[in-house]
T-cell receptor
Framework: NAGVTQTPKFRILKIGQSMTLQCAQD?????MYWYRQDPGMGLKLIYY???????DKGEVPNGYNVSRSTTEDFPLRLELAAPSQTSVYFC??????????FGQGTRLTVV | GIQVEQSPPDLILQEGANSTLRCNFS?????LQWFHQNPWGQLINLFY???GTKQNGRLSATTVATERYSLLYISSSQTTDSGVYFC?????????????FGTGTRLTIIP
């Protein structure tokens, strides 16, 4: 049982480049989330999804896009990367408002 | 939104010591989780505890929902307990889309 799997683990982007962070879960959870964690801080919600085809903004959505075509996958798209998007990104999933489980994170540096 | 405060911000202890970490929140919650972020950045689920008391080995947690606080107890600390401990709460009845993290307690265990 893999849980929540994120790829890649590390990435360096140049300013203005785009990329997609992948997230997959095998627990059949309906809710999925993307968070970012800046140094020395807690996690902030970027986007979330309550099920396939349904997404909504979190606290810090600017500069990101998401899609949810299947229950298992919830990719996060960065368009026109900026240094302010340097952070660690975590994907999570849960069954409604029960316990949330997190992936191992993607460390992104924009230079 | 809901405010989450954790104390102390930093804690340095000798191996074998016991510790108590506190999480205060500003409103009623339907979800409260404790996480351990290890030195490699991985978020590990410790407890899902919106109310009551749970124990898992050397760790236990108590949430007093009516008084809006939760405590995490670590007994007989080991060096592998080092890292940052986060409390996260959510008021929603449906999903964790408002899962709000505290700023964490950084625990350092000295051999």
């Amino acid at each position: 049982n893999a849980g929540v799997t994120q790829t890649p683990k590390f990435r360096i982007l140049k300013i203005g480049q785009s990329m997609t962070l992948q997230c997959a879960q095998d627990m059949n959870h309906n809710y999925m989330y993307w968070y970012r964690q800046d140094p020395g801080m807690g996690l902030k919600l970027i986007y979330y999804s309550v099920g396939a085809g349904i997404t909504d903004k979190g606290e810090v959505p600017n500069g990101y896009n998401v899609s949810r075509s299947t229950t298992e996958d919830f990719p996060l798209r960065l368009e026109l990367a900026a240094p302010s998007q340097t952070s660690v990104y975590f994907c999570a999933s849960s069954y409604s408002n029960t316990e949330a489980f997190f992936g191992q994170g993607t460390r992104l540096t924009v230079v | 939104g809901i405010q989450v405060e954790q104390s102390p911000p930093d804690l340095i202890l000798q191996e074998g010591a016991n510790s108590t970490l506190r999480c205060n929140f500003s409103d009623s919650v339907n979800n409260l989780q404790w996480f351990h972020q290890n030195p490699w950045g991985q978020l590990i689920n410790l407890f899902y505890i919106p109310s009551g008391t749970k124990q898992n080995g050397r760790l236990s947690a108590t949430t007093v929902a009516t008084e809006r606080y939760s405590l995490l107890y670590i007994s007989s600390s080991q060096t592998t307990d080092s890292g940052v401990y986060f409390c996260a709460v959510d008021r929603s009845n449906f999903g964790n889309e408002k899962l709000t993290f505290g700023t964490g307690t950084r625990l350092t265990i000295i051999p």
